[in-house]
């Protein structure tokens, strides 16, 4: 939660004292008078000079150069000397010292502590350790700013046996500052530290003097310009308080600076070798990983229930019209990625889906070394590495919400030479992971993973696997490529049955590959040990995103809308069909094949629909469009049943309770069973453009499908529909609102 600036109600100080009155305790006291502080803010210097300018600038209100006058009568003490002045600072105050609390500001921790035990024999419990992740190359009280340290960090240190009172009261003066304040442990801070701050300081102002001294520095720096610029700002800080930095903290730093020499020699010798992979690698790795981390920090809150709300509000009506495209199709992107890195040579992707879940699988690519170049506007090119070429990343790959990267990177890494982590958000991380941990056990494999087969998985590498004849218990595609794609290590021959048809875009696009796979019946198969041959991929719209406008334009009276480029691989197709058996007026014009996938455009207008029981074997042919086909069902006249799809319940979020419980809030009859739902639906009335149901309040419960069928529920809605938890929409679909408002929707977007 963001503090409110200006809520000093935690802070009841009579007078707080700052030792030392530079940029940063100027800014402090700056920002506790701005926010209202009623205590007295006095502070100590021995540069009297500061202290003039301190009360001249009415930053403080009075101030000296000796402790001894001004301690007594201060409840709160903020030293914000250098790191190296500490010792000397506690030093004259151990005798001073009553019940104050003492904290610091200092950017390393141990050698404070260290300091406080010499002077103390150990870190009183008043004394809480702080640091605000907040700076300016600028130095003294001049330079203060009342805003410094909003909306900025402030980790604090405490040890177990601070006083909590007194942590309370130091966290009660930076949250008055606008702070966020976090904790974390001393050794924690310092590792830290030198990595994100104390390592990029000693870079620029080893920069900055290595090219001044050389001969021709007069016209290195008339010349210099932005990059020089924006790289070397903090060589201008403070040198004081720089080397006492380095010096304290010499071992984190250290070991910051040895990392990055390594990362040094690679790109060295990369462009010595003219090796332009490995440096299109490392520096499109370095390109989105400030953004992609900031994503993935906000994942972090979000499971740690800090969600990001975004709530949907749809308002009841519309109609729907026109010719739209939707993004690529998802489960062809996170493919199209896989098999580019492993292939030989350069694989072109365009419509590419740059949705969450796909730039999840990409993201991990390029943590093992693979050269990626964009999304650009879907297009994405990638420098395959060959079946052998990737490499230990360097850490856990975080794939996110995708069940799809999960599964499918199971297989592919079982059977690399290094070991990996695969880990996802808290949807993911609930979802079963048995059913491909098991069968690639049976290969050969071995997999850890959490109570209940969940994830993370840790899977180890330098394994020999051995092909297997599996029989899936579960229509499923992403164990059936899980197992083909450990296949491709194996030795002789991996076979899947599959208990019915599922989607085969791993199948067709290792043949597209140069990968022979086979099918006969009901049997997927390919020998291990070959070599897959980059080619370019066309990724056609995804059919499940276009769903939710063909069931919108299904139910919606006066609709007629195309979708275009859509792939109808007969194995995706079951909301065509069903939405036909149901009476919908739907034609595919326009058929044709884009590598290795038919595509087509599909019109839809608006005729009354009828409930049908839906045929077991379109189950999973459809089986991520039922969200969006529930709401058709709610719309048509009669029952609809559906029967036999239990995957359902471990999609993103248990899909059929969920469409249950939102579809009896907005007054839509529905009996939930183990492995379907009844829904009666509203259609079939007197008034066939009036309204089917009620508005409502919907929990999506962060799946991005649930969030959009109920907004495409609106359409027939007699109220508003408000939809929290939206945000995972983008892991599938990003530009649904605007798309959807694109053709007549009125939906707004809030959080
Ligand atoms: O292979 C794939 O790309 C997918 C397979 C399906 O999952 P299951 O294999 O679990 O049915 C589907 O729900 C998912 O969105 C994508
Ligand atoms: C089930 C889905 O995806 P995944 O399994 O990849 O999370 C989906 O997109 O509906």
């Given at each position: 939660?963001?503090?409110?600036?200006?809520?000093?109600?935690?802070?009841?100080?009579?007078?707080?004292?700052?030792?030392?009155?530079?940029?940063?305790?100027?800014?402090?006291?700056?920002?506790?008078?701005?926010?209202?502080?009623?205590?007295?803010?006095?502070?100590?210097?021995?540069?009297?000079?500061?202290?003039?300018?301190?009360?001249?600038?009415?930053?403080?209100?009075?101030?000296?150069?000796?402790?001894?006058?001004?301690?007594?009568?201060?409840?709160?003490?903020?030293?914000?000397?250098?790191?190296?002045?500490?010792?000397?600072?506690?030093?004259?105050?151990?005798?001073?010292?009553?019940?104050?609390?003492?904290?610091?500001?200092?950017?390393?921790?141990?050698?404070?502590?260290?300091?406080?035990?010499?002077?103390?024999?150990?870190?009183?419990?008043?004394?809480?350790?702080?640091?605000?992740?907040?700076?300016?190359?600028?130095?003294?009280?001049?330079?203060?700013?009342?805003?410094?340290?909003?909306?900025?960090?402030?980790?604090?240190?405490?040890?177990?046996?601070?006083?909590?009172?007194?942590?309370?009261?130091?966290?009660?003066?930076?949250?008055?500052?606008?702070?966020?304040?976090?904790?974390?442990?001393?050794?924690?801070?310092?590792?830290?530290?030198?990595?994100?701050?104390?390592?990029?300081?000693?870079?620029?102002?080893?920069?900055?003097?290595?090219?001044?001294?050389?001969?021709?520095?007069?016209?290195?720096?008339?010349?210099?310009?932005?990059?020089?610029?924006?790289?070397?700002?903090?060589?201008?800080?403070?040198?004081?308080?720089?080397?006492?930095?380095?010096?304290?903290?010499?071992?984190?730093?250290?070991?910051?600076?040895?990392?990055?020499?390594?990362?040094?020699?690679?790109?060295?010798?990369?462009?010595?070798?003219?090796?332009?992979?490995?440096?299109?690698?490392?520096?499109?790795?370095?390109?989105?990983?400030?953004?992609?981390?900031?994503?993935?920090?906000?994942?972090?809150?979000?499971?740690?229930?800090?969600?990001?709300?975004?709530?949907?509000?749809?308002?009841?009506?519309?109609?729907?019209?026109?010719?739209?495209?939707?993004?690529?199709?998802?489960?062809?992107?996170?493919?199209?990625?896989?098999?580019?890195?492993?292939?030989?040579?350069?694989?072109?992707?365009?419509?590419?889906?740059?949705?969450?879940d796909s730039l999840a699988t990409l993201q991990a690519f390029r943590e093992m070394g693979v050269a990626i170049e964009g999304p650009h506007q879907g297009r994405v090119t990638i420098h395959g590495v060959g079946m052998h070429g990737l490499q230990?990343?360097?850490?856990?790959?975080?794939?996110?919400?995708?069940?799809?990267?999960?599964?499918?990177?199971?297989?592919?890494?079982?059977?690399?030479?290094?070991?990996?982590?695969?880990?996802?958000?808290?949807?993911?991380?609930?979802?079963?992971?048995?059913?491909?941990?098991?069968?690639?056990?049976?290969?050969?494999?071995?997999?850890?993973?959490?109570?209940?087969?969940?994830?993370?998985?840790?899977?180890?590498?330098?394994?020999?696997?051995?092909?297997?004849?599996?029989?899936?218990?579960?229509?499923?595609?992403?164990?059936?490529?899980?197992?083909?794609?450990?296949?491709?290590?194996?030795?002789?021959?991996?076979?899947?049955?599959?208990?019915?048809?599922?989607?085969?875009?791993?199948?067709?696009?290792?043949?597209?590959?140069?990968?022979?796979?086979?099918?006969?019946?009901?049997?997927?198969?390919?020998?291990?040990?070959?070599?897959l041959s980059a080619g370019p991929i066309d990724v056609p719209s995804d059919i499940s995103s276009a769903t939710f406008f063909l069931v919108a334009a299904a139910i919606t009276p006066g609709s007629d809308l195309i979708l275009e480029h859509v792939?109808?691989?007969?194995?995706?197709?079951?909301?065509?069909?069903?939405?036909?058996?149901?009476?919908?007026?739907?034609?595919?014009?326009?058929?044709?094949?884009?590598?290795?996938?038919?595509?087509?455009?599909?019109?839809?207008?608006?005729?009354?629909?009828?409930?049908?029981?839906?045929?077991?074997?379109?189950?999973?042919?459809?089986?991520?469009?039922?969200?969006?086909?529930?709401?058709?069902?709610?719309?048509?006249?009669?029952?609809?049943?559906?029967?036999?799809?239990?995957?359902?319940?471990?999609?993103?979020?248990?899909?059929?309770?969920?469409?249950?419980?939102?579809?009896?809030?907005?007054?839509?009859?529905?009996?939930?069973?183990?492995?379907?739902?009844?829904?009666?639906?509203?259609?079939?009335?007197?008034?066939?453009?009036?309204?089917?149901?009620?508005?409502?309040?919907?929990?999506?419960?962060?799946?991005?499908?649930?969030?959009?069928?109920?907004?495409?529920?609106?359409?027939?809605?007699?109220?508003?529909?408000?939809?929290?938890?939206?945000?995972?929409?983008?892991?599938?679909?990003?530009?649904?609102?605007?798309?959807?408002?694109?053709?007549?929707?009125?939906?707004?977007?809030?959080?």
């Open positions: 939660m963001q503090p409110d600036p200006q809520d000093t109600s935690g802070l009841a100080e009579p007078r707080v004292l700052i030792v030392g009155l530079g940029m940063i305790g100027g800014s402090l006291a700056r920002a506790l008078r701005a926010a209202g502080f009623e205590g007295e803010i006095v502070a100590c210097d021995r540069d009297a000079i500061e202290i003039a300018r301190g009360l001249e600038m009415g930053v403080i209100d009075d101030g000296g150069t000796s402790l001894a006058a001004l301690v007594p009568r201060s409840s709160l003490i903020v030293l914000a000397v250098p790191v190296l002045a500490m010792e000397g600072v506690l030093h004259a105050l151990a005798p001073l010292l009553d019940d104050q609390v003492v904290t610091d500001v200092g950017s390393t921790k141990q050698a404070i502590r260290d300091a406080a035990r010499r002077v103390f024999g150990g870190l009183p419990p008043t004394m809480v350790l702080g640091h605000p992740i907040a700076g300016s190359e600028k130095s003294g009280v001049a330079a203060s700013d009342a805003s410094l340290y909003r909306r900025h960090k402030v980790i604090l240190t405490p040890e177990a046996d601070t006083d909590p009172v007194a942590l309370m009261r130091v966290r009660a003066m930076w949250i008055a500052c606008g702070a966020e304040v976090l904790e974390m442990t001393i050794e924690r801070h310092d590792e830290v530290l030198a990595r994100t701050s104390h390592l990029p300081h000693l870079l620029a102002f080893s920069l900055v003097d290595t090219l001044a001294r050389q001969d021709e520095r007069l016209e290195i720096f008339r010349y210099a310009a932005g990059g020089f610029r924006d790289f070397t700002r903090i060589a201008g800080s403070d040198p004081v308080m720089w080397r006492d930095i380095f010096t304290a903290n010499r071992t984190a730093l250290l070991n910051a600076l040895d990392d990055f020499e390594n990362g040094i020699a690679g790109l060295r010798a990369a462009i010595a070798a003219d090796d332009q992979d490995a440096l299109l690698a490392t520096l499109d790795r370095a390109s989105h990983a400030r953004h992609y981390f900031d994503t993935l920090l906000n994942k972090t809150r979000y499971q740690t229930m800090e969600p990001r709300n975004v709530r949907y509000r749809v308002s009841p009506g519309g109609s729907v019209s026109g010719s739209i495209r939707v993004p690529g199709d998802k489960s062809i992107s996170h493919r199209a990625i896989m098999l580019g890195a492993l292939a030989e040579g350069v694989t072109q992707v365009q419509g590419f889906l740059e949705g969450e230990k990343p360097a850490g856990p790959l975080y794939v996110g919400n995708a069940g799809t990267a999960m599964r499918l990177f199971a297989g592919l890494l079982a059977g690399q030479a290094f070991d990996t982590e695969l880990t996802g958000d808290a949807s993911l991380t609930r979802r079963p992971m048995g059913r491909v941990a098991d069968p690639l056990r049976l290969m050969g494999a071995v997999i850890e993973t959490a109570d209940g087969q969940r994830p993370p998985l840790r899977i180890k590498g330098g394994q020999q696997l051995e092909g297997i004849a599996y029989d899936m218990p579960m229509a499923s595609a992403q164990v059936k490529s899980c197992l083909l794609l450990a296949g491709l290590y194996a030795e002789g021959e991996t076979r899947v049955r599959e208990p019915a048809p599922t989607r085969d875009h791993t199948e067709r696009m290792l043949n597209g590959f140069g990968y022979p796979v086979h099918r006969q019946d009901d049997v997927a198969w390919l020998e291990g040990g070959g070599r792939g109808v691989n007969p194995t995706r197709i079951g909301v065509i069909n069903i939405l036909k058996a149901m009476g919908a007026d739907l034609e595919l014009l326009d058929e044709h094949e884009v590598g290795g996938e038919p595509v087509a455009n599909i019109r839809i207008r608006y005729v009354p629909l009828q409930g049908i029981d839906i045929p077991a074997e379109q189950v999973p042919l459809a089986i991520d469009e039922f969200p969006a086909l529930f709401i058709a069902a709610a719309n048509a006249a009669g029952t609809t049943r559906l029967r036999g799809a239990e995957e359902l319940r471990v999609k993103e979020s248990d899909r059929l309770q969920a469409m249950a419980d939102g579809l009896q809030a907005l007054g839509v009859e529905a009996t939930l069973y183990e492995d379907g739902i009844d829904i009666v639906g509203r259609g079939g009335g007197q008034d066939e453009d009036g309204p089917s149901y009620g508005g409502g309040q919907i929990d999506s419960l962060g799946d991005h499908r649930i969030a959009m069928a109920f907004t495409i529920a609106g359409l027939r809605a007699g109220d508003e529909i408000v939809i929290d938890d939206c945000a995972n929409v983008a892991t599938s679909f990003p530009g649904f609102v605007d798309l959807a408002r694109r053709v007549g929707l009125q939906l707004d977007e809030e959080g």
